[in-house]
């Protein structure tokens, strides 16, 4: 099973986990809605340094406002994406090799954390609920 992932600077891949943070800002846009990995850039050397530290559903990617910086933890800047996260569940970190942009990332068939498949599971039936209400 893989997944879709997005590497995120500490501390800011922290705070996503920790719910903080709702709303991750890039120079880029993205079309990918759904299960997103965010995992830990290995740079700098905040614990848990190139893991995955959280599964959120990303529900929308749009031009940052203003209003967003309180949930981005940051200021609006030139051409940033809001890109907006939701059902945030904070996961135990495994290794993870970081990539630019979005990546995928197979997830091991063991030794992973047991809570990891609940938390796909969970996010699934989200999706599936969102667009049984979308009428798709």
């Known amino acids: 099973m893989s997944i879709v992932a997005l590497a995120v600077r500490q501390p800011w891949a922290n705070l996503i986990a920790s719910g903080k943070k709702t709303i991750e800002t890039r120079r880029w846009r993205t079309v990918h809605r759904g299960p997103l990995l965010v995992c830990s ?19 929308d990617c749009r031009p940052m406002t203003a209003a967003d ?4 933890c940051c200021p609006v800047y030139p051409g940033a994406w809001a890109w907006v996260l939701a059902e945030i569940r904070p996961i135990k970190p495994f290794r993870v090799r970081g990539q630019q942009r979005l990546f995928r990332v197979t997830l091991p068939a063991s ?26």
């Open 69 to 72: 910086e309180p949930l981005a």
């Open 41 to 59: 850039s290995v740079q700098p050397r905040i614990a848990p340094a190139g893991c995955a530290v959280a599964i959120v559903n990303l529900i």
């Open 111 to 136: 030794g992973h954390p047991e809570h990891l498949g609940a938390c796909l599971e969970d996010l699934a039936q989200v999706q599936g609920a969102g667009a049984r209400r979308a009428g798709r």
